[in-house]
Structures are given as structure tokens and as C-alpha cells.
């Protein structure tokens, strides 16, 4: 897919998703520094943001204040811990949201995550908002629909640049 210096993009991070994929395969973390380099590739940056889940930890703390520092906007939500001790956390339908919402002052939508749960999402932003929809993900663990939807699909397998 030609990118071109013009496109305006944003870059959505499904912090969880990354985070167990990573250190799951490889036991190490996301570069995201490098992970965002790669994502704009030489293009407008209009808005990055990094969904997490907060559980009150001090590595936490440093961590979100480290991808800050790298440019990400972070978006924290609580952990849900219920009654029977199930626990609960993830972004996907507050990632959806603001994807449509963002839509209409963006190029392309860079959907940095595997979770076949945003097929649907990715469909929809091509088909009714007329958006360019890029996904960057370990493919071990992304979902084959996710890839084969994605105007454009980056490994981030293929270079140990991502891992620290």
C-alpha cells in the first residue's frame, strides 16, 4: 500500500492485546516508540492514543508515564474485579467508538492490535466512512479475518525492532 506524506492518521493501541502477545511469544514488551515510528511512517500524526488497563501497580505507573513520553495520549480504565473474582478489562468497544468518532478527520485508522473482535469495526470504518484501515500486530496471534480485511497488515513479527 503507497503511503503518502499527506494522509492524516491515527495510530489506536490495544495496550493488553500487545502486552500478553508479546511477552507470551517472546517473553519481552513492545517497542512502542518504534511501533508508532513505523505506524506513521513519514505521515501526518493526528492523534495517537494507547488503551490500558489500570491495576494499581508502581511498574504501571512508570510504564504509562514512559509511552507518554513517546507520544501516546493514554487512555486508562479501571480493572473489574466482580463478586465471584472473575476480572474483566479490555478497550474493545471504547476502541470502536472513538475509531468511528475519529473517522471523519482521518486518512487512515491504524488499528495497532490482533483481536478478530475489530473485523467488524474494520468493515464498517472502510465501508460507510470511507477510511483507509491499517492493522499492526503479531500475526502468531492475530486474527486471520482481521488481516485479510486490513488495507494493509504489518508484522511486527518480522522485526525485533518492536520488543524491548
Known amino acids: 500500500m503507497i503511503k503518502h506524506k499527506e494522509q492524516r492518521v491515527g495510530v489506536l493501541v490495544d495496550v493488553a492485546n500487545m502486552y500478553h502477545s508479546a511477552k507470551n511469544l517472546y517473553h519481552k514488551r513492545v517497542n512502542f516508540k518504534e511501533v508508532l515510528r513505523e505506524a506513521v511512517a513519514g505521515r501526518k500524526l493526528i492523534r495517537a492514543t494507547a488503551y490500558a488497563i489500570k491495576s494499581d501497580s508502581k511498574e504501571e505507573e512508570v510504564f504509562f508515564e514512559a509511552i507518554s513520553q513517546q507520544g501516546f495520549e493514554v487512555a486508562l480504565k479501571d480493572l473489574q474485579i466482580f463478586a465471584g473474582g472473575a476480572k474483566k478489562a479490555d478497550w474493545d468497544v471504547g476502541i470502536a467508538i472513538d475509531a468511528i468518532k475519529l473517522a471523519e478527520k482521518l486518512d487512515v485508522i491504524i488499528l495497532v492490535s490482533g483481536d478478530g473482535d475489530y473485523e467488524p469495526l474494520v468493515t464498517y470504518l472502510q465501508n460507510n466512512k470511507?477510511?483507509?484501515?491499517?492493522?499492526?500486530?503479531?500475526?502468531?496471534?492475530?486474527?486471520?479475518?482481521?488481516?485479510?480485511?486490513?488495507?494493509?497488515?504489518?508484522?511486527?513479527?518480522?522485526?525485533?525492532?518492536?520488543?524491548?
Open 130 to 164: 470511507g477510511s483507509l484501515v491499517e492493522v499492526m500486530a503479531f500475526r502468531q496471534t492475530a486474527s486471520a479475518k482481521l488481516i485479510d480485511v486490513a488495507d494493509d497488515f504489518t508484522n511486527l513479527s518480522d522485526n525485533k525492532k518492536f520488543l524491548l
